[in-house]
């Protein structure tokens, strides 16, 4: 896409992805300096003319998220007082989103704040991938795309032509987007009635559905410790089903994550590279990994011409 005021940056958290949406949209990444004083804090400087054009700024909040989200402020800042036109965040993992109400007393809402946080910065509209809830959309003031990984994750599971699959939700919140998946893969679904007793630790209390002598699929948008997706293949496998695959959106994947799922009964988990996968993750084999950055160029595009969205959602 030749365009002289259409220009894509990336943040540090991951420059692979931006730099593959660059590729199918047939544009260069845009010139900055980015780095770190010598107290570690963050250094940022657009390296070329960005008045009057439309911006678009690929950063997912991960690990460290504190950092990288501060990183993405930043940039936006910047430009909006280079004179930017229009600043799109392109946040593919939107971070602090597992707080998106009060739940409990006197807690944050940590999703609304991080949404402040970007409209602060000079965000004009900002485009996201599975977030951790819909609601989080009504949490901006400024217009919100957001897109799905399931096209990207559905095609691979109908390439490989698993017979009689069950739809797994890990939990009750989660229902909505696994139904979505079992519709297009023409598979019923099952529910798991989950039970958190702590903060990152969960039971699986009851299975709804049946998934006797059938394999099953597990669709969650993160897979954070993996301590709900191990208990929760056990628990179907205990139940009957033959196989256990799991689809993740975001692979977050802290703390023992990556040594639960080598001991875990699971088959594959398959997560897409919205976040980087770590060193560790790499080299495990049943991790296979697939890429949005063309689901995400398409929406980037669809912003700058002002065209429809909605294509990307089915």
């Not at 365009?3 to 940056?9: A, L, T, V």
Request: proline share 6%.
């Amino acid at each position: 896409m030749v365009d002289d005021k259409f220009k894509i940056f990336s943040g540090s958290a991951n420059p692979p992805l931006a730099e593959e949406i660059c590729r199918y949209l047939g544009a260069q990444p845009g010139e900055a300096a980015l780095g770190k004083f010598s107290d570690g804090e963050i250094y940022f400087q657009i390296l070329e003319n960005v008045r009057g054009a439309d911006v678009f700024v690929v950063q997912p909040c991960c690990h460290p998220v504190a950092f990288h989200l501060m990183e993405l402020l930043m940039m936006i800042d910047a430009f909006k007082r280079a004179s930017a036109w229009r600043i799109t965040a392109v946040v593919p993992y939107y971070c602090y989103a597992r707080q998106d109400r009060k739940d409990k007393p006197r807690v944050p809402i940590s999703a609304k704040l991080v949404a402040d946080l970007l409209e602060t910065a000079g965000a004009s509209r900002a485009l996201t991938l599975d977030l951790h809830a819909p609601q989080i959309q009504g949490y901006f003031n400024v217009p919100v795309d957001h897109l799905y990984a399931s096209p990207v994750l559905v095609e691979y599971f109908k390439k490989k032509a698993l017979k009689a699959i069950t739809v797994v939700s890990p939990d009750a919140g989660g229902v909505e987007r696994a139904r979505a998946f079992a519709k297009k893969l023409d598979a019923p679904l099952a529910i798991v009635d989950k039970r958190r007793v702590d903060v990152d630790v969960s039971e699986v209390m009851h299975l709804i559905g049946e998934v006797k002598q059938r394999p099953a699929l597990i669709v969650d948008d993160i897979v954070d410790t993996a301590g709900t997706l191990v208990k929760t293949a056990e628990a179907l496998l205990k139940e009957g089903a033959t196989k256990v695959y799991a689809a993740c959106t975001h692979p977050v994947l802290s703390g023992p994550a990556v040594e639960r799922l080598c001991r875990s009964p699971i088959d594959e988990v398959v997560v897409t590279d919205s976040i980087p996968l770590s060193a560790e993750a790499k080299k495990v084999s049943k991790i296979k990994v697939l890429t949005v950055a063309e689901l995400l160029a398409r929406g980037i595009r669809s912003i700058h011409e002002e065209t429809s969205i909605s294509e990307l959602f089915i």
